[in-house]
C-alpha cells in the first residue's frame, strides 16, 4: 500500500488515502474532531469552525474538513490552542442559541449539547440580549424554529444535493442570518424530514413529534418501513406502545440517512381510530365484533363444509404481509384447501425477468448498486415518486461518482436534472425508444437496468436481449410497488408457481380470474383490498377477510380477522432489489394479531398441519427450501439486507403478464394503506402526480 | 468631476489627468498618453507583459497588497476555458474613497488597463464590478465603455492588433462583503455574496467556473504606466518591494481631506501635517487608521513611520486599502471600536460562526459599554472575544473586525476604564463640526 | 410584470452581458434596476426575476434578504442615506442623523406619511474625504450640515 499518505496526529502515525480530509484521516485513527457543518457525503462549507486543529509549520489553525493530508503532516488536536478554540466556538454559538433544552425536541440528542458538554466552558459570559425571532410552521410536517439554529446548512445541503429538491435556502445575512422555505412562507417539496434527521440542534422539528415525548423515554425499534419496495429501516421510537416517530436514527440500514415521508411519519395508520380491533362476522347481513374463538370456529366450519363437497377455493394473497406470512398462505392454500387459484395484486413482471436471467450470474442489481455503478438506466417509472430510495441512491451516486444516468420515461423525472441523455417516450414503444440509446450505452463500463410495469411479459425478455447486446456487464431491477412485492412473487402468491418458482402442475386462477369467475364458493383475501376498483362475481362466495381496516373487500366479508401492521410483527421482507430484511415489532395493537398467527390458528381450527406458526420457525424452512434464498442468516439477524440469488431453471413466466400493473403511488399515496395515515393526507403536495412538470 | 485641490508633495501617475478639461473623454485620454501602453503590449508577449509587471512592483491596492504579477502569472492562459478580467470596484473599506475618483476622472486609464491585464492573461471578456451605490459611476462607466467601442478601442481586433476585448459593467447592491474576491465572485454569479473556499483559487477556478484575474481598480490604472514607461520606474518611486505610488484618502480630524497620490513608503506624519494641513483647531493628535477601518490604529507616537505594505506589517498594523483617518485628542475610542463593530456586525455574511456571532455580540457588549452599563471584567473579555474570532474566520472579514479592536483595547485602556461605573461618555459632543 | 421601455432595454443588455447559459448572474443588478422602477421589491417581482434569469423564487429570495440595497417595502420617494461611519462619524454624521430623523419625523428605515421621504443609517458610501455625506437615491451629498441638509429636503419638498 504504498500509495498511502502518512501522517501524524496526536502522535499517533496514521495512513489515508491521497486526498482524505483531515477530519476523516482522525476518525479512522480513534480521534474524534467536533463538527457540525461537515457530513459524510455532502459539500464542504468550513462554516462551524469546530475542526479546528494544529498543523506543524503553519501558524494559523487549519480546518480539519477542507485539509486534505500530506506526507508528514503533524496535525495536533489536543492541544491548548485547540481547545481555546473550541470552547470560544461553543460560546459564540450559544449567544443566540436559547438554552431551551428541557423543552426541546433535541434535548438528549442534540449535537449543541454534546458538543457543549465535551469542549464548552460551562458557564456563560455572555450578558446581552438574545436575538429571538417566533418559531415558523412551514408544513405539517417541518418546524423552524430560527434562534435554535446554529446555520450549519446541513439542512440546504440535504435537500439540495441528497433530494435533488432545493426547497431550502438561506436569507439575510450575518447574525440575522436565517434558512427559508421555496415559498416564502411555506415549503413545498418531498416533505421527507430528512432536513429534521439531520439538524444537529433542535431547529428543524417534525410537525409528528414535536413535543410529544423524551427521547429517553421511548423504545427504540429498527425496522422496515410497510410503505413501497425499496426497504428503508425506520427506527420507530414507541412509548407506551404507541409508535410516537419514525427515523434514522443510527442511519444503520440499507437506506443510510435516506428515509422519505412515508417511512418517516406515515406510521400513523397503525393508531387511526378505524383500526379494526376485533374479528367481525356477518350475523342478519351485518358484520358485528365477536369474539376470536366464535370467528374462527366460524371460518373452519364454512371451510371444511366446503372442502367436503369439494367446493372451489381461491386465495388473494398482500403486497404488505411478510415472506413467512405468504409462504404459509400459500401452503394452506395449496395443502389445505388443495386449491392454485392464489394469487397477488403483481405491480412489476419479476417472474419473466428471472425466467430471462437464467443462466447468468451477477445479472440483479442491489440497492448498493445503484449509487456504485457507472451507469443507470431507468426505464418507464418516475422513481423520486415511487421509489424515491433508489432515486436516492442514483442522484448520489452521480454526485459521488458521476455516474451516467440515462431516462426513458413516458414523462419529465428528476432524474433528468442530471442525465446524459433523457428520452420521453408512450407506454409501449420504450424498446423501440430504447435504439436511440444503444450507442451510448455500449460505450458504459457497466449499466445497471431498472424498468417499471409498462415492461412486462416478452417484453422483459427483450429487454433483456437488448442489455445482452449491450456486451458489457448488465444488471436488472424489476420495479414493484410495495414492502413485500418482491417476496409475494417469490414466496408463490401466484397461480402457475410455488415458492422460488417451482411451477405447478396445474396452474390455478390468476387475479382478475378469480374475481371474474362465477362459481366460488370461498375467497379468502389477505391484507389486500381487490373491490377497491374491482367486483366479486361469485356473489354466494363465503369471503374471508384479514385486515387492519374496514376496506371495501373487508365490507363485502363474511368474516373479517382484524390483522397486525407490519410495525407489530416480526418476520422477514424481500425490497425490489430482492434484498431480503428482518421485521421487527414495536407494538401490539390490542386486539389484532399477525395474519401468520391468524392462518396457523384457522388451521388448528380445522384440524390441519401447515407447520409451528412461527416466523422463525417458517423462515427455517423459506431459507432451506426455497430457491434464491439461502442467504446468509447472520446478515439478517443483525438487522443487514441480503440479497436473494436467482433461480438457474426454468421460471414458469407470470401467467397472465397484462395483469401487471403498478399502481402509481406518488410520495403521498401508498394504496390502500395510504387512507388511513393523516401524515400523508396532511400536506399540501398530496396525492401527488407522476411525471409531473410541476417542481417544487 | 469631482477631486481636491491636488498637494504639491503628490507624485500624479494614476491621477495625473485629474483637473485636465473633460478629463473622463477619450480625446483628453489619447492627447496625454492614453492607450499608447496598450500598443505597446500589443507587440509584447503575456510573459514579457507579466515580466514588466513583476518588476514594477506593484501590489494590489485593495487591501491585501498581493504582488499584481504573481497573481497574473497564477492564471492558466494556455486553458481552453475562456479567461476573464474582473475589476474589483466595491470599494466599501470605511475611510476609502479613490476608486471612485479614478472610475470618474479617468474612465479609459481603467478600461486600457483591462485590456493589457486581459491581453497578458489571455482573457476577452472583463467586468467591471461596481458598488451598487456609485450608480452614477455604472453609467459613467457605460459611457466610456460606449466611447471605446465607438472608436474601436473596444470590441473585435482592437485598433487592428488582432485583439479582441469587451468590458460590461455589474452592479452590486449593498455588501461589503463582495469586495472579498471570492464572494465577489458568487455575486456576480447572481448568488449571495459568501465567500469561497480556497483553493481553487479565483485564478484557477473563478466567474463561471473559468480562470478569473481578480484586480482592484487603481491597480489597473496602475498598469498603463507601468507598461508605457517600464516597471523600473514605477517600482523606483516607491520603497523595495513596494512599488510606486499609493492613492491616499485622508479623512477624519484634518484640515484637508482629500485624495492624494504619494509615493509608496511616504511618512505617514508628513502626510498628516504637510499633505493633510494638521488637524483642525490646534488639536493634537490621538490615532491614526492607517489603511481603512480594518487596520489595527497607530497611536499617535507610532505615527512616525513610513507608509508600506512592510514597514506596517512590522508595526502589527496594514496599509490596506489607503484610507487614512486621523483622529484627535477628543476622540472616544471606545465609541469609534463600537462603530467598527457596528459595520463588521452589519456587514458579515454570516457564514461562519465566529465572525456571525463574534461581530453581533462585541458590537452589543461595546454599546453597552459606551453607554456606561460596562464592567470592569468586560474589557479584557472584548479582545478575548476579538481574539477567538481572530484567524478563525472563514474569510478575512472576522480578522478586520478583530484586529481594529483588539489593537483599541491595548492601545487605548484608559478610554474604556473612564466609561466605567455608569460614567457618561467623557468626550460626548466633542466631534468637529461638519464642514461648511 | 411589465417594465418600461428604457428598462427592458437594459434587462435585455444586461442578459447578453454574460457568458452564454449564465443568465443567473443578472439577478442582483436586476432586481436592483427593477426596484428602481417600482419601488420596492415583491413577492411578484421576485418571481419575475426568476422567470428572466431562469431560476428558482428561492434563489432571487435568498439574494434580497443579502443585498442591503434591496428593500422589501416601498420606500420614500427620496431615501435619505446618511453615512455615520467611521470617516462620517469623526465629522458629525451622527449629529446629522439625528438631525435628518427630526427633520423627517422618522426614525431609521422608516418613511414619511406622505411617503416623500424615507431614512437609512447607512454603512461608508465612500466619500469619507467629503465627509460627512449622505446620499437621496443616489445622489451624493458631501460636506454636509445640517443647515445644508434642511435646504435640501425643503428643495426636495417643493419639487413635488
Known sequence: MSDLINLTIDGKPVQAAPGTLVINAARQAGIEIPSFCYYDGFTLQAACRMCLVEVEKTPKLQVGCTLPVAEGMVVRTDTPQVHEARKGMVEFLLTNHPLDCPVCDKGGECELQDMTFRYGMGESRFLEQKLHVDEQQWSPVVFYDRPRCILCYRCVRVCDEGMGVKALGVNNRGAVSVIVPNHFDHLQCDECGMCIDICPVGALTSGAYRYKTRPWEMKHVGTICTHCADGCKTTLGVRNNQIIRGNNRDHSGINGEFLCMKGRYAFDFVHSPERLQSPLLRRNGVLEPVSWAEALAAVAGKFKQIQARGGKFAVIGSNHTTNEEDFYLQSFAREVLGTNNIDHRRTGDVATLLHALSGQTDALATTADLYERKAILVIASDLAQQHPFLSYQIRANYRHHGAHIYTLTPGPVREQNYAVRSIITVPGRELADLEALREPLKGEPELVILFGDSIKGEAVGKLVQFGSSLAIPVRYVCLVDYSNSRGASDMGLAPNHGPGYQPVSEPGLAYDEILAAADLDALWVVGANPLKHGTLASAGAFVLVNDMFLTETAQRADVVFPAASAYEKNGTVTNVCGEVQHLKGGLQVMGAKPDLEIIGLIAREMGANVGIWSSDKVFEEIHSGVRGYNIPLPVIATGGAAQTTPVHVRVPVSARPELIQSARDTLFTSGSLGRYSKALNSVLEAPGELYSEKRP | ?436 | MTFSPELEARFAKLLESYPPGRTRSAVVPMLLYAQDEVGHISTELIEEVARRCKVAPLQVDEVVGYYSMLHRKPLGQHHVQVCTNISCLLRGGEELYEHASQALGVGNKEVTADGQFSLEEVECIGACSWAPAIQVNYDFHHFVTPEKLDRLIAELRKAQ
Open chain 2, 1 to 436: 468631476m469631482l477631486y481636491n485641490e491636488p498637494s504639491p508633495l503628490e507624485v500624479k501617475v494614476v491621477t495625473k489627468r485629474f483637473g485636465l478639461p473633460n478629463s473622463a473623454s477619450l480625446d483628453t485620454y489619447l492627447a496625454t498618453d492614453g492607450f499608447k501602453a496598450f500598443f505597446k503590449a500589443a507587440g509584447m508577449t503575456p510573459e514579457q507583459i507579466i515580466e514588466e509587471v513583476k518588476v514594477s512592483a506593484l501590489r494590489g491596492r485593495g487591501g491585501a497588497g498581493f504582488p499584481t504579477g504573481l497573481k497574473w502569472s497564477f492564471v492558466p492562459r494556455t486553458s481552453p476555458k475562456p479567461k476573464y478580467v474582473i475589476v474589483n470596484a466595491d470599494e466599501s473599506e470605511p475611510g476609502t474613497c479613490k476608486d471612485r475618483l479614478l472610475m470618474e476622472n479617468d474612465p479609459h486609464q481603467l478600461i486600457e488597463g483591462i485590456l493589457i491585464a486581459g491581453r497578458a492573461v489571455d482573457a476577452h471578456k472583463g467586468y467591471i464590478y461596481i458598488r451598487g451605490e456609485y450608480r452614477y459611476l455604472i453609467e459613467h462607466m457605460d459611457r466610456a465603455i460606449a466611447e471605446a467601442y465607438a472608436r474601436g478601442y473596444l470590441g473585435k481586433n482592437i485598433q487592428g492588433t488582432g485583439f479582441d476585448f469587451d468590458v460590461y459593467t455589474h452592479s452590486g447592491a449593498g455588501a461589503y462583503e463582495c469586495g472579498e474576491e471570492t464572494a465577489l465572485l458568487d455575486s456576480i454569479e447572481g448568488k449571495r455574496g459568501i465567500p469561497r473556499m480556497k483553493p481553487p483559487f479565483p485564478a484557477v477556478v473563478g466567474a463561471w467556473q473559468s480562470p478569473t484575474l481578480l484586480n482592484n481598480v487603481e491597480t489597473l490604472c496602475a498598469i498603463p504606466a507601468i507598461i508605457r514607461d517600464g516597471g523600473a520606474a514605477f517600482a523606483a518611486l516607491g520603497t523595495p518591494k513596494n512599488g510606486g505610488t499609493r492613492m491616499i484618502c485622508l479623512s477624519g480630524h484634518v484640515n484637508k481631506p482629500g485624495v492624494y497620490e504619494l509615493p509608496v513608503g511616504f511618512n505617514l506624519l508628513r502626510m498628516i501635517y504637510e499633505v493633510g494641513g494638521g488637524l483642525p483647531n490646534g488639536k493634537k493628535l490621538k490615532a491614526v487608521v492607517p489603511g481603512g477601518s480594518s487596520c489595527p490604529l497607530l497611536k499617535a507616537d507610532e505615527c512616525d513611520i513610513a507608509m508600506d505594505f512592510d514597514t506596517l506589517a512590522k508595526a502589527k498594523s496594514m496599509l490596506g486599502s489607503g484610507g487614512t483617518v486621523i483622529l484627535n485628542e477628543d476622540t472616544c475610542m471606545v465609541k469609534f471600536a463600537l462603530r467598527i463593530m457596528k459595520f463588521y456586525a452589519h456587514e458579515s455574511c454570516g457564514w461562519c460562526i465566529p465572525c456571525r456571532e463574534g461581530t453581533a455580540w462585541l458590537k452589543k457588549m461595546l454599546d453597552r459599554f459606551h453607554s456606561g452599563l460596562g464592567q470592569k471584567s468586560d474589557i479584557p473579555l472584548i479582545g478575548e472575544l476579538s481574539k477567538n474570532m481572530l484567524g478563525r474566520t472563514f474569510c478575512p472579514l472576522g480578522d478586520a473586525a478583530a484586529m481594529p479592536t483588539i489593537a483599541i483595547v491595548e492601545k487605548f485602556p484608559e478610554d474604556f476604564e473612564a466609561h466605567l461605573n455608569g460614567n457618561p461618555c467623557p468626550y460626548a459632543h466633542a466631534n468637529e463640526p461638519a464642514y461648511a
